[in-house]
């Protein structure tokens, strides 16, 4: 359930393009969870690029810079699409932490329970958008359903591309 503080009024807010009321809310509050997961899975590979250490350094280096690049675009265009729907885009640590599946509390030291926590956490978030996708779907909002179908694509290329460079 979205968080009601979160929630804009409707009158300054609505958009008339054929999503209903109930359906916007619905989708934001799947945004908002959106949100929460790249945010968390942003920070945590940027952690990953920033500690990794042995004879794959360089490839893990390059390989958590991109895939941090690429959430961090995503981010601010899901956070856009939930002011699109009329709603607050959280941007808090709170915020996330209450709504995301990335598990962030401590910041992990070895590359091996890095990896196993990226391929996992990745394969979680897509999991997550798979509801988000037909949620958006339901609602007709072929805009917010494409967006996040892209995002699953990209969180499994993640996993594909983790597993061959530790394998
Ligand atoms: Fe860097």
Redesign the pocket.
Known sequence: MADTALKAKPKETSIQTGISRAGTDAIADELCNALADSFSLYLKTLGV??NVVGSNFFGL?KLT?AQYEDLQTAIDAIAERIRALGHIAPAAFGDFTKRSVVESKTTLASVEAMLTALVKDNEAVARRLRKAVSVADEADDVFTADMLTARIGKHEENVWMLKAVSA
């Open positions: 690029h920033w280096h810079e």
